[in-house]
């Protein structure tokens, strides 16, 4: 049971609004290149209309998400429904990052978002696919609460560590792409 939907009606967008957790995919263009499949949770993801949506990237171990969209833009999203009725929902699209430092729309899209420590990036994706699936086997799980970690440890940390953490661990993914800019204040986007 495959359905393409025109638009992210108010329906998929309560829908995506409920759901705790989802899952980012992408891929460099070169074949001996790594897949990428992350889940994001922490309600960092918001729908800006009928055909765009942006989540806040939070700093992590990895930056394979944004040197893959630099690369190439390519991304889905997707929900799976782990209560309730099932149901999978993929937004395939183009993605674009946008930085604290190098891009102003940063600034004006982070107040959709909660106030997290350790945002690194926001993804904007304009998305051109919608697809549904039943989910009839996907399991069902309950919720219990988000985790805290991510939070506290960057509380923790500090600022300045976790500018030197990125520059140590983000500035390019697995496959050597450029990722996260070290020193953006001098090269810029």
Known sequence: MNNIYEEISPKLRDFIANQKMFFVATAPLSGDGHVNLSPKGLDTLRVLGPHRV????????GVETVAHLRENGRICIMFCAFDGPPK????HGKGR??????????????SHFPDLPGGRA??????NRIAGSC????PRYEFVEQRDQLVKWVNKKGPDWLADYRKKNN?????????????PKKTGD
């Open 122 to 127: 926001i993804i904007v994706v304009d998305v």
């Open 135 to 138: 989910g009839f086997s996907v």
């Open 88 to 91: 999978i929902i993929r937004l």
């Open 171 to 183: 500035a390019v993914s697995i496959d050597e792409l450029p990722a996260i800019d070290p020193d």
């Open 54 to 61: 942006a989540y806040l990237d939070l700093s992590g171990s």
């Open 97 to 110: 990052v946008l930085t604290p430092e190098q891009q102003p729309e940063f600034g004006e899209l982070l």
